[in-house]
């Protein structure tokens, strides 16, 4: 009989990668907090979920599917293919209400298209839903190429309401803090699935299919009908995601969530579900997701880092918890492989221990290389100064000085007003531009100035202007300081209009023509750089 | 029959073929209410044939099946089931992941105002488990507990599920230690006793008289009878399993053990005090070239066991192993075939053969192995190498081209043969070599080993037929309970083996 | 027998290459009827330019990945990480050649970095060399995850997948480097009769070749992929074989991301090799490797991802617009499942045999 104290231990191991799960948020959280100032205000933390409710309500529905034992790889696709048809729909003047349902339904029979293809054909769980993301991504540009704007009154009314949290705001003046309708939904949503995952016989039959599907079968249990319902569920799901997106940024586009799956899955595992299924609760999600938040949060408050250590970190965390869950899960597996009267218990720590340390290096390895990669390429482009990133100090970087600047200042209107601000080794360089063909140059220390044509400078402004300036495909990609790569801002004044746009040097989520623009100016202003 | 005891399932004439082998010709079953049953035989006796039959999985070519007087006849083991016909495997069906209670009552679960009523759930199951003298926190999963307690936790499944008529345990106690069978024991006592049939199919002979009424003893497919376990001496058990009636082994007189024509003094492989704990007692093994080494015992002895870490494919936790005089470091397949130890396994199958590669592959296989990645046999020679032993083995096939899965039982080990071969060995161990064999082959196979031996190559013969094994071997070592417990050469008396192997003379 | 025995061999990949030629040989024949002009060979300057050898030439990138797949696929496994590991060979290239474009300071060097094509800071050989080194890393350290860390395929190239393409733009900070160094451009954009990336191709397959059939990989490969139980009683190492078949399929994908890097003379961290995993394992598919593994065919796998090259050109060429692509691929990619799937097979074999009876 087993005692009370193993009983214990047993009850313990079963919560472990969740108790991991809220040790690290608490730890990623406590971090942040005190490092920095903002992260302590409440209202931050409830911003935090503002603009990732659609990912918790994926992240739900792909739970079940994982812990069914599958994955699901296309709800990026129906996300984007959602919020498309939302705004398509909206735009050809639908009631809201009939598309939100119209869509829900869309997505639920997607899903159990791709469940039958999946259970019936016996098609690998990660081509189907792969091949059913191509798809639905595809029908985006069936449909739009561009972004449709959402003008929707209900939809605004969705999106702008605030629910305010009782005892931190103040319901006469509703100032305070608060969350948005699309996070309650979201909540609800969870709520539904841990009851459904609990205290349903659907719900149990996910964990069974997950933990032995011949032995689910033989007991019984409708498996293939679970099967299809599970991916039906993430379908759904996807789609409600979607529309929870929409409401968000009031718009819809083929090019949203992009790699969004990976974001969802490695919430899901990070919330303690393992990926071979079978064990996970619906409430470790949400606090994967958390993490996942945070994390992202962290980094961009710090500025230093750059936002792909996001994607890096997670990998890692991800890894991680893999090697977590498969540490635990040698121990069943290979116990219950063994006919003989015990297994071996020697040589199944040998083996853990093995896979154990391989795991631990495998991640410790990413790490120590990517910082390595980091510091060389530091080196490479300091020019032999070595530039080290660290973390946590106060920005070194002397601010852009003609940041949100709206008005070129002086007499004789100065017409471009092209900053470079590099990082510790440089000196934020201003241009001034002026229409009769003077250059400005001012480093902080010195000023010079030299001399071009006004026909140049007419016609770089008439370049400049051809690609869109003022239209609203030129926007703003570079908001924090400190951030390693380098800023700019360009101002340009033309015919009355006045627009300044900043971005990081060669950024990639810069618009296009962004980087046209600056070559342009770069050939008007780089004769005076050149010695 | 005692009194209120009825013939819960009356299986009569079963026969059931496949494609190359008759699993079961005529066989009849009859399993009474309060009883528990033991079903024994050696392998391929068809007492899983049975079993699948009586389940559903399999539909009998002829025979019928009645079950509480009504014809019956389950297609799927989920009829079978709602028949109640309950199966409780070695593997134990469950799912691990989920609690006790859970696995107890999985699709079954009561609710209460429209969800499941997890109270009760731990409440029924803590007492049907109580029922039978488990107790244990049933809100912890399930492979929290060792076999034994998963175990009692899908036999309580089936009988609350099915309606427990008829429970049909699969090698129970082979996971189990002492104190968990006598548990066991108890519970199926308890069971029993609430008028239930059960069939324990076992190989260990202790319980089967420990525990059951009657025996039923398959053979080759058939049946060889039904006794009353009182009634049935042990010896008698075992050669009625082995195919000798008692009188006959009386009256044969000594068999000789093939003399030793051409065996070496030199050693070739010597294991002292070399076991692995749950595996194989410690024990001390000589083999000479030119000598074959017969390894005889009941299902469950061993053999394999013995013959894995000789090979090294179960690495050993103590004693000390010599091939060829120097001693062994590292155990692995590859180390050993490299110093000239080959096995073929027992499961010719899973373990043997590549069954998508072709026959000159196949043969290939395991020479090439032990020269490593890159000193490629070539294919030219690797045809050679096949064409040589498809004459030599008399392997029946129209090009060494021919996928490994279209040939016979037969053939394909022949080709494993083959490859082993290829290793020029110094010791060859053969474990079931003839098992789903025809006549005809195993014949070959046995003078093929004997003529090996000629040549100088060492042998261990392992088989679960007695005969063969006398036949094939010049020294015998037996096996029981995973131990060494005797050899024997010279002349040795059939009916010395068989006590050695039963481990009384009852 | 022996010298009979080759021709024998050879049948039994002839008989994998059936199925993806046909198939290939179909699109072609849709192609003649509906797309005037689709075969039009012209030669300028000794090269030739034309529909097919676009087709050559864009599916090059896929072609190797398809190479290194084969391998991983054959042992029952998957990599989903190629894409990722290209984008991080294109950023090491990038970097190696053109470290100061990250600089500050615009640098004298910048004009003539710009305007001199046979400018870089490394030398080809030597970026080469380091681009496939890390290339290989990447696939080795998948290697030993699944081989001795025992984590599934999907899992841990899945991990590199999502912090792959993170350390391939850590590498070049964000930035869309910009290749101007000739030489380098050469390798996606040369012609030498028929374009330059068809050798890379070639030769990466023959390299492949002998190692598979040269060698005994190419049996340990298989046979580990079909029975690794029946394997290891041979005395094959099956870790060492995962080891192996992962390493050399990074390979590949660094290769595959010099060829295509090269052929935007860019090295965009974001996009490049985005979405070609799955490329890659449907050549393999259609090439008749089975997802279980055993068995494979590198020429077959080759003609797969011809396959999947030609369907994207011959859309194109029909006027499909470009964002359609994605989604008729992934009809295609239901379509080759259905047909390949046991199920239809099955259905098949009742049909005909019972039309045979």
Same mark, same amino acid.
């Given at each position: 009989?087993?005692?009370?104290?193993?009983?214990?231990?047993?009850?313990?191991?079963?919560?472990?990668p969740?108790?991991?799960?809220i040790?690290?948020?608490?730890?990623?959280?406590?971090?942040?907090?005190?490092?920095?100032?903002?992260?302590r205000?409440?209202?931050?933390?409830?911003?935090?979920?503002?603009?990732?409710?659609?990912?918790?309500?994926?992240a739900?529905?792909?739970?079940?599917?994982?812990?069914?034992?599958?994955i699901?790889l296309?709800?990026s696709?129906?996300?984007?293919?959602t919020?498309?048809?939302?705004?398509?729909?909206l735009?050809?003047?639908?009631?809201?209400?009939?598309?939100?349902?119209?869509?829900?339904?869309?997505?639920?029979?997607?899903?159990?298209?791709?469940?039958?293809?999946?259970t019936?054909?016996k098609v690998?769980?990660f081509?189907?839903?792969?091949?059913?993301?191509?798809?639905a991504?595809?029908?985006?540009?069936f449909?739009?190429d561009?972004?449709?704007?959402?003008?929707?009154?209900?939809?605004?009314?969705?999106a702008?309401?605030?629910?305010?949290?009782?005892g931190?705001?103040?319901?006469d003046t509703k100032?305070?803090?608060?969350?948005?309708?699309?996070?309650v939904?979201?909540?609800?949503?969870?709520?539904?699935?841990?009851?459904?995952?609990?205290?349903?016989r659907?719900?149990?039959?996910?964990?069974?299919?997950?933990?032995?599907e011949?032995?689910?079968?033989?007991?019984?249990?409708p498996?293939?009908r679970?099967?299809v319902?599970v991916?039906?569920?993430?379908?759904?799901?996807?789609?409600?995601?979607?529309?929870?997106?929409s409401i968000s940024?009031?718009?819809?586009h083929?090019?949203?969530?992009s790699?969004f799956?990976?974001d969802?899955?490695?919430?899901?595992?990070?919330?303690g579900?393992p990926?071979?299924?079978?064990?996970?609760?619906?409430?470790?999600?949400l606090?994967?997701v958390?993490?996942?938040?945070?994390?992202?949060s962290?980094?961009?408050?710090?500025?230093?880092?750059?936002?792909?250590?996001?994607k890096i970190v997670?990998?890692?965390?991800?890894?991680?918890f893999?090697?977590?869950?498969?540490y635990?899960?040698t121990?069943?597996?290979?116990?219950?492989?063994?006919t003989a009267?015990?297994a071996?218990?020697?040589?199944?720590?040998?083996?853990?221990?093995k896979?154990?340390?391989?795991?631990a290096a495998?991640?410790?390895?990413?790490?120590?290389?990517?910082?390595?990669v980091?510091r060389?390429v530091?080196q490479?482009?300091?020019?032999?100064?070595?530039?080290?990133?660290?973390?946590?100090?106060?920005?070194?970087?002397p601010p852009?000085?003609t940041?949100?600047?709206?008005v070129?200042?002086?007499d004789?209107?100065?017409?471009?007003?092209?900053?470079?601000?590099?990082?510790?080794?440089?000196?934020?360089?201003?241009?001034t531009?002026?229409a009769?063909?003077?250059?400005v140059?001012?480093?902080?220390?010195e000023?010079?100035?030299?001399?071009s044509?006004?026909a140049?400078?007419?016609q770089?402004?008439?370049?400049?202007?051809?690609l869109?300036?003022?239209?609203?495909?030129?926007?703003?990609?570079?908001?924090?300081?400190?951030?390693?790569?380098?800023?700019?801002?360009v101002?340009?004044?033309s015919?009355?209009?006045?627009?300044?746009v900043?971005?990081?040097d060669?950024?990639?989520?810069?618009p296009?023509?962004?980087?046209?623009?600056?070559?342009?100016?770069?050939?008007l202003?780089?004769?005076?750089?050149?010695? | 029959?005692?009194?209120?005891?009825?013939d819960?399932l009356?299986?009569?004439?079963i026969?059931?073929?496949f494609?190359?082998?008759q699993?079961?010709?005529?066989?009849?079953f009859?399993?009474?209410?309060?009883?528990?049953?033991?079903?024994?035989?050696?392998?391929g006796?068809?007492?899983?044939?049975?079993?699948k039959v009586?389940?559903?999985?399999?539909r009998?070519d002829?025979?019928?099946?009645?079950l509480a007087?009504?014809?019956?006849?389950?297609r799927?083991?989920?009829q079978?089931?709602?028949?109640?016909?309950?199966?409780?495997?070695?593997e134990?069906?469950l799912c691990?992941?989920?609690?006790?209670?859970e696995n107890?009552?999985?699709?079954?679960?009561?609710?209460?105002?429209?969800?499941?009523?997890?109270?009760?759930?731990?409440?029924?199951?803590?007492?049907?488990?109580?029922?039978?003298?488990?107790?244990?926190?049933?809100?912890?999963?399930?492979?929290t507990?060792?076999?034994?307690?998963?175990?009692?936790?899908?036999?309580?499944?089936?009988?609350?599920i099915?309606?427990?008529?008829?429970?049909?345990?699969d090698?129970p106690?082979?996971?189990?230690?002492?104190?968990?069978?006598?548990?066991?024991?108890?519970?199926?006592?308890?069971?029993?006793?609430q008028?239930?049939?059960i069939?324990?199919?076992?190989?260990?002979l202790?319980?089967?008289?420990e525990?059951?009424?009657?025996?039923?003893?398959?053979?080759?497919?058939?049946?060889?009878g039904?006794?009353?376990?009182r009634a049935l001496?042990r010896?008698?058990?075992?050669?009625?399993?082995?195919?000798?009636?008692?009188?006959?082994?009386?009256?044969m007189?000594?068999?000789?053990?093939?003399t030793?024509?051409?065996?070496?003094?030199e050693?070739?492989?010597?294991?002292r005090?070399?076991?692995?704990s749950?595996?194989?007692?410690?024990?001390?093994l000589?083999?000479?070239?030119?000598?074959v080494?017969g390894?005889?015992?009941?299902?469950?002895?061993?053999?394999?066991?013995l013959?894995s870490?000789?090979?090294?494919?179960?690495?050993?936790d103590?004693g000390?192993?010599?091939v060829?005089?120097?001693?062994?470091?590292?155990?692995?397949?590859?180390?050993?075939?490299?110093?000239?130890?080959?096995?073929?396994?027992?499961d010719?199958?899973s373990?043997?053969?590549?069954?998508?590669l072709t026959?000159?592959?196949n043969?290939?296989l395991?020479?090439?192995a032990?020269?490593?990645w890159?000193?490629y046999?070539?294919?030219?020679q690797?045809?050679e190498l096949?064409e040589?032993?498809?004459?030599?083995?008399?392997?029946?096939t129209?090009?060494?081209?021919?996928?490994?899965?279209?040939?016979?039982?037969?053939?394909?080990?022949k080709?494993?043969?083959?490859?082993w071969?290829?290793t020029?060995?110094?010791?060859?161990?053969?474990?079931?070599?003839?098992?789903?064999i025809?006549?005809?082959?195993?014949?070959?196979?046995?003078?093929?080993?004997l003529?090996?031996?000629?040549?100088?190559m060492?042998?261990m013969?392992?088989?679960s037929e007695?005969?063969?094994?006398m036949?094939?071997?010049?020294?015998?070592?037996?096996?029981?309970?995973?131990?060494?417990v005797?050899?024997?050469?010279?002349?040795?008396?059939e009916?010395?083996l068989m006590?050695?192997?039963?481990?009384?003379?009852? | 027998?022996?010298?009979?025995?080759?021709?024998?061999?050879?049948?039994?990949?002839?008989?994998r290459?059936l199925?993806?030629?046909?198939?290939?040989?179909?699109?072609?024949v849709?192609?003649?009827?509906?797309?005037?002009g689709f075969?039009?060979?012209?030669?300028?300057?000794?090269?030739?330019?034309?529909?097919?050898?676009?087709?050559?030439?864009n599916?090059?990138?896929?072609?190797l990945?398809a190479?290194?797949m084969?391998?991983v696929i054959?042992t029952?496994?998957?990599?989903?990480?190629?894409?990722?590991?290209?984008?991080?060979a294109?950023?090491?290239?990038a970097?190696?050649?053109n470290?100061?474009?990250?600089?500050t300071?615009?640098?004298?060097?910048?004009?003539?970095?710009?305007t001199?094509?046979?400018f870089?800071?490394?030398?080809?050989?030597?970026?080469?060399?380091v681009?496939?080194?890390v290339?290989?890393?990447?696939?080795?350290?998948?290697?030993?995850?699944?081989?001795?860390?025992?984590?599934?395929?999907?899992?841990?190239?899945?991990?590199?997948?999502?912090?792959g393409r993170?350390?391939?733009?850590?590498?070049?900070? /964000?930035?869309?480097?910009?290749?101007?160094?000739?030489?380098?451009?050469?390798?996606?954009?040369?012609?030498?009769?028929?374009? =330059?990336?068809?050798y890379?191709v070639?030769?990466v =397959?023959?390299?492949?070749?002998?190692?598979?059939?040269?060698?005994?990989?190419?049996?340990?490969?298989?046979?580990? /992929?079909?029975?690794?139980?029946?394997s290891?009683?041979? /005395?094959?190492?099956?870790?060492r074989?995962?080891?192996?078949?992962?390493a050399?399929?990074?390979?590949?994908a660094?290769?595959?991301?010099?060829?295509?890097?090269?052929?935007?003379?860019?090295?965009?961290?974001?996009?490049?090799? *985005?979405?070609?995993?799955?490329?890659?394992?449907?050549?393999?598919?259609?090439?008749?490797t089975?997802?279980?593994?055993g068995?494979?065919?590198?020429?077959?796998s080759?003609v797969g991802a011809?396959?999947m090259?030609?369907?994207?050109t011959?859309?194109?060429?029909?006027?499909?617009?470009?964002?359609a692509?994605q989604?008729?691929?992934?009809?295609?990619?239901?379509?080759v499942?259905?047909?390949?799937?046991?199920q239809?097979?099955?259905?098949?074999?009742?049909?005909?045999?019972? *039309?045979?009876?």
């Amino acid at each position: 009989m087993p005692t009370s104290i193993g009983g214990l231990l047993s009850r313990n191991k079963r919560f472990v990668p969740l108790a991991v799960t809220i040790v690290m948020l608490l730890l990623a959280y406590g971090f942040g907090a005190y490092h920095y100032a903002a992260m302590r205000e409440p209202q931050v933390f409830f911003n935090l979920f503002r603009n990732y409710p659609f990912l918790l309500i994926s992240a739900v529905g792909m739970t079940f599917v994982i812990i069914s034992g599958g994955i699901d790889l296309s709800v990026s696709g129906v996300v984007a293919l959602t919020t498309v048809v939302v705004a398509a729909l909206l735009r050809a003047g639908w009631d809201a209400w009939a598309v939100i349902g119209f869509v829900l339904a869309m997505g639920t029979l997607y899903g159990a298209l791709m469940g039958s293809f999946i259970t019936y054909l016996k098609v690998q769980p990660f081509i189907a839903t792969l091949a059913g993301m191509w798809i639905a991504r595809g029908m985006c540009f069936f449909i739009s190429d561009d972004a449709i704007p959402i003008r929707d009154r209900t939809f605004r009314i969705l999106a702008r309401t605030k629910i305010l949290i009782p005892g931190l705001a103040d319901p006469d003046t509703k100032t305070g803090a608060f969350v948005s309708f699309l996070v309650v939904a979201a909540i609800v949503v969870l709520l539904v699935a841990i009851y459904v995952a609990h205290y349903t016989r659907f719900g149990r039959t996910v964990y069974a299919l997950g933990g032995n599907e011949r032995s689910a079968q033989l007991m019984g249990l409708p498996v293939q009908r679970t099967k299809v319902l599970v991916y039906t569920i993430s379908g759904f799901c996807s789609a409600l995601a979607g529309v929870t997106l929409s409401i968000s940024v009031m718009s819809g586009h083929g090019l949203y969530a992009s790699n969004f799956e990976m974001d969802v899955i490695a919430s899901v595992v990070m919330g303690g579900a393992p990926l071979s299924g079978g064990t996970g609760y619906v409430f470790g999600t949400l606090l994967g997701v958390l993490v996942n938040i945070v994390i992202q949060s962290i980094i961009q408050f710090n500025g230093q880092l750059s936002s792909w250590w996001t994607k890096i970190v997670i990998g890692a965390l991800t890894l991680m918890f893999i090697g977590v869950q498969s540490y635990m899960l040698t121990r069943k597996g290979r116990a219950k492989q063994r006919t003989a009267a015990r297994a071996d218990r020697s040589i199944l720590m040998r083996r853990r221990r093995k896979q154990v340390v391989t795991i631990a290096a495998a991640a410790a390895v990413l790490l120590v290389a990517v910082r390595g990669v980091n510091r060389w390429v530091r080196q490479a482009t300091g020019g032999g100064v070595e530039a080290v990133a660290v973390q946590g100090e106060a920005c070194q970087d002397p601010p852009l000085r003609t940041l949100g600047l709206t008005v070129p200042t002086s007499d004789g209107a100065p017409v471009i007003v092209f900053e470079r601000n590099g990082g510790p080794r440089c000196v934020g360089e201003v241009f001034t531009v002026f229409a009769d063909g003077r250059v400005v140059a001012d480093d902080g220390k010195e000023v010079r100035e030299e001399r071009s044509t006004p026909a140049e400078v007419a016609q770089v402004l008439a370049e400049i202007d051809g690609l869109g300036w003022f239209s609203d495909e030129l926007y703003d990609t570079w908001h924090t300081r400190c951030r390693e790569c380098y800023g700019y801002a360009v101002t340009v004044a033309s015919q009355g209009r006045v627009k300044q746009v900043k971005g990081v040097d060669g950024g990639t989520d810069a618009p296009a023509r962004y980087w046209d623009a600056v070559k342009a100016i770069h050939g008007l202003v780089r004769k005076e750089k050149e010695r | 029959m005692a009194d209120g005891q009825t013939d819960v399932l009356v299986m009569k004439g079963i026969a059931k073929g496949f494609p190359g082998v008759q699993a079961l010709e005529g066989v009849d079953f009859t399993l009474r209410s309060h009883e528990i049953h033991a079903l024994v035989g050696e392998n391929g006796a068809g007492k899983s044939t049975l079993m699948k039959v009586l389940t559903g999985v399999e539909r009998p070519d002829a025979g019928t099946i009645a079950l509480a007087g009504r014809t019956v006849a389950p297609r799927s083991t989920q009829q079978a089931q709602a028949l109640g016909i309950s199966t409780v495997y070695q593997e134990v069906n469950l799912c691990p992941n989920l609690t006790v209670a859970e696995n107890v009552l999985l699709g079954h679960e009561p609710h209460r105002r429209g969800k499941i009523d997890w109270r009760a759930v731990h409440a029924r199951a803590r007492e049907l488990l109580l029922r039978l003298n488990v107790d244990v926190d049933v809100t912890l999963p399930l492979d929290t507990y060792p076999v034994a307690i998963q175990q009692m936790v899908a036999i309580v499944r089936a009988l609350e599920i099915g309606s427990a008529k008829v429970l049909i345990l699969d090698e129970p106690t082979s996971s189990l230690d002492a104190a968990e069978t006598a548990q066991l024991f108890q519970a199926m006592r308890t069971i029993r006793a609430q008028g239930t049939g059960i069939v324990f199919i076992t190989h260990f002979l202790d319980q089967v008289y420990e525990i059951s009424d009657r025996i039923t003893v398959l053979r080759n497919g058939a049946l060889v009878g039904t006794y009353e376990t009182r009634a049935l001496p042990r010896l008698e058990l075992v050669a009625k399993m082995i195919g000798r009636s008692l009188t006959e082994l009386d009256e044969m007189a000594k068999t000789k053990l093939e003399t030793a024509r051409g065996i070496k003094p030199e050693t070739t492989v010597s294991a002292r005090a070399l076991g692995k704990s749950g595996a194989i007692a410690p024990f001390d093994l000589e083999l000479h070239a030119g000598e074959v080494v017969g390894l005889a015992g009941l299902l469950g002895s061993g053999r394999t066991e013995l013959a894995s870490v000789l090979f090294g494919s179960e690495a050993p936790d103590q004693g000390t192993l010599a091939v060829g005089g120097a001693p062994v470091e590292d155990h692995s397949p590859l180390a050993s075939i490299q110093r000239g130890v080959a096995l073929c396994p027992e499961d010719r199958k899973s373990q043997g053969i590549v069954d998508e590669l072709t026959i000159r592959e196949n043969i290939a296989l395991a020479l090439q192995a032990s020269r490593g990645w890159f000193r490629y046999l070539t294919v030219e020679q690797q045809y050679e190498l096949a064409e040589k032993y498809i004459e030599l083995l008399n392997i029946v096939t129209p090009s060494p081209d021919q996928l490994v899965k279209n040939l016979s039982g037969g053939n394909q080990q022949k080709v494993i043969l083959a490859r082993w071969l290829a290793t020029h060995p110094r010791l060859l161990i053969l474990d079931e070599p003839t098992r789903g064999i025809d006549i005809g082959a195993k014949a070959e196979i046995q003078k093929l080993v004997l003529s090996l031996a000629e040549e100088g190559m060492s042998c261990m013969f392992i088989s679960s037929e007695l005969e063969e094994v006398m036949r094939t071997s010049h020294r015998i070592v037996v096996l029981r309970d995973r131990e060494k417990v005797s050899e024997f050469s010279g002349e040795v008396q059939e009916q010395e083996l068989m006590q050695a192997m039963a481990g009384s003379a009852r | 027998m022996s010298p009979a025995g080759n021709p024998r061999h050879r049948k039994l990949t002839e008989s994998r290459l059936l199925f993806p030629v046909l198939a290939l040989a179909l699109i072609l024949v849709f192609d003649f009827f509906y797309v005037p002009g689709f075969f039009t060979i012209t030669n300028r300057d000794g090269n030739l330019y034309g529909n097919l050898i676009d087709i050559l030439r864009n599916g090059s990138a896929v072609m190797l990945l398809a190479i290194g797949m084969t391998f991983v696929i054959a042992t029952g496994g998957v990599d989903l990480s190629v894409g990722a590991v290209m984008a991080i060979a294109a950023s090491v290239a990038a970097v190696m050649m053109n470290p100061v474009i990250l600089g500050t300071s615009i640098g004298t060097d910048i004009e003539k970095f710009v305007t001199d094509p046979s400018f870089t800071y490394s030398p080809l050989w030597e970026v080469i060399l380091v681009t496939l080194a890390v290339s290989t890393l990447c696939g080795l350290w998948n290697g030993l995850l699944i081989a001795y860390g025992r984590i599934q395929a999907i899992m841990a190239t899945l991990i590199l997948m999502i912090a792959g393409r993170g350390i391939a733009q850590l590498i070049t900070n /964000g930035v869309r480097i910009q290749i101007f160094y000739e030489p380098f451009a050469y390798i996606g954009n040369g012609w030498l009769v028929l374009p =330059f990336s068809l050798y890379i191709v070639a030769a990466v =397959f023959a390299l492949a070749w002998v190692l598979t059939r040269r060698t005994a990989i190419g049996l340990f490969i298989e046979s580990v /992929g079909i029975n690794a139980t029946s394997s290891y009683f041979s /005395g094959i190492n099956e870790k060492r074989i995962k080891v192996l078949a992962y390493a050399f399929s990074g390979f590949c994908a660094g290769v595959a991301g010099l060829v295509a890097s090269s052929n935007i003379r860019t090295s965009d961290a974001n996009n490049l090799g *985005w979405g070609y995993e799955l490329d890659a394992i449907l050549a393999v598919a259609i090439g008749g490797t089975l997802t279980t593994g055993g068995r494979f065919s590198l020429a077959a796998s080759l003609v797969g991802a011809l396959v999947m090259q030609a369907t994207t050109t011959s859309i194109l060429a029909i006027g499909v617009p470009a964002f359609a692509v994605q989604a008729i691929k992934g009809f295609v990619v239901v379509l080759v499942l259905l047909l390949y799937s046991e199920q239809l097979r099955a259905l098949l074999r009742k049909l005909t045999s019972q *039309w045979g009876a």
